[in-house]
């Protein structure tokens, strides 16, 4: 099935933060009669103060639902921060990631719900119930995986959880690798896989390439199901002009010596079989890079894909579903 002849196409988007959630908007705005799922990473959470914290599920549900600030990109319109000063007062730590007041009341009542012995599964349908997304929001996985960075600080090497290094350190320590903890045996969540092997088209947003797609790909069943799935698997490069629309990814890209250029991320995603994509869409400014991306087996275009406005990501997401489609068609 083409997308651009089927009524109510199947989208299914893996997605990290706030470039992910920004392209699900366009998507959906773009195809309001597409059944869209959104596989969430889920390997930047962290236990604070207790707490299950979720901030690339929150981001998506947040800004897909219509209450995410904006400007900041993460957490809740209208925040205060009463509890954190508080928390502050007393000395806590970490005193270094801001938990909103508003943003509280969800991790609250994730906590209370995953303590009760629900899955993160359904705990996060049950919160998105309330935001009425238009969209399915799916965890990656229900079972713990968190990424860590290998840092090296005074000649010694350790491991630190993904969001110090990420808002304590804005990834300026010098990190060498990675570690997806806990990803070598984690399921896909459910409906993860059927999301992906019975979509029309399986799209990957301009999310960080390493720590957010890389964190999904490090579950197996996902990254099987990518590299098997009948549909066209397409995705659009959030590196323009040698450096990252939003986000540290450059120096994400740095540590895993990858070259910051679309080109260089295409050829680290890899054609399928063997690697994850099909169709690589870089921005009209890298059109130059589109014959190297060709070489390594992707179809690869050029066009208009900075969202810097409703319209303009509307057009990057048009763009990205013509993409699938171009692929679809040669078959
Ligand atoms: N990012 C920051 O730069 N500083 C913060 O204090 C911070 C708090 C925070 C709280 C909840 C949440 O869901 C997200 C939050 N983020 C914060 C954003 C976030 O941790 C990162 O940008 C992502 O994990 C990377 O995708």
């Not at 010098?174 to 459910?190: L, T």
């Not at 799209?203 to 720590?211: A, D």
């Amino acid at each position: 099935m083409h997308l651009s002849n089927s009524p109510d196409p199947k989208l299914t988007v893996l997605a990290g933060g706030v470039g992910g959630a920004r392209f699900v908007l366009a998507l959906r705005a773009a195809r309001p009669e597409a059944r869209i799922t959104v596989i969430g990473n889920i390997a930047d959470d962290i236990w604070l103060f207790g707490l299950k914290v979720c901030p690339d599920l929150d981001t998506l549900m947040y800004t897909i639902g219509g209450g995410a600030d904006a400007e900041r990109g993460w957490g809740r319109a209208d925040e205060t921060f009463h509890a954190a000063a508080e928390l502050a007062a007393y000395g806590a730590q970490p005193d270094w990631f801001g938990l909103g007041d508003r943003d509280l009341a969800t991790h609250l009542i994730r906590t209370q719900m995953l303590s009760a012995g629900y899955p993160l599964s359904q705990v996060t349908a049950a919160l998105c119930a309330r935001w009425e997304l238009g969209v399915e929001l799916l965890p990656a996985s229900d079972d713990r995986v968190e990424t860590h960075v290998v840092v090296e600080e005074g000649g010694r090497k350790r491991a630190i959880h993904f969001q110090e290094w990420w808002v304590r350190h804005r990834a300026a320590l010098p990190a060498s690798d990675f570690v997806m903890v806990g990803a070598e045996s984690a399921s896909p969540g459910p409906g993860v896989v059927a999301a992906i092997e019975s979509a029309d088209a399986v799209l990957l947003p301009p999310s960080n390439p390493v720590v957010s797609i890389g964190a999904i790909m490090a579950i197996e069943g996902i990254r099987d199901a990518i590299r098997t799935t009948r549909a066209p698997v397409v995705g659009m490069s959030g590196i323009v002009s040698g450096r990252p629309l939003r986000g540290m990814a450059d120096a994400c890209l740095n540590a895993i010596g990858v070259d910051v250029t679309a080109a260089a991320v295409a050829a680290h995603y890899g054609a399928r079989p063997d690697g994850i994509l099909d169709g690589w869409l870089v921005d009209e400014q890298d059109a130059d890079q589109v014959p190297a991306i060709e070489a390594a087996g992707l179809l690869a275009r050029a066009a208009a894909t900075v969202m810097s406005d409703p319209a303009s990501s509307v057009t990057a997401a048009e763009a990205l579903l013509g993409l699938a489609d171009e692929v679809a068609r040669r078959g």
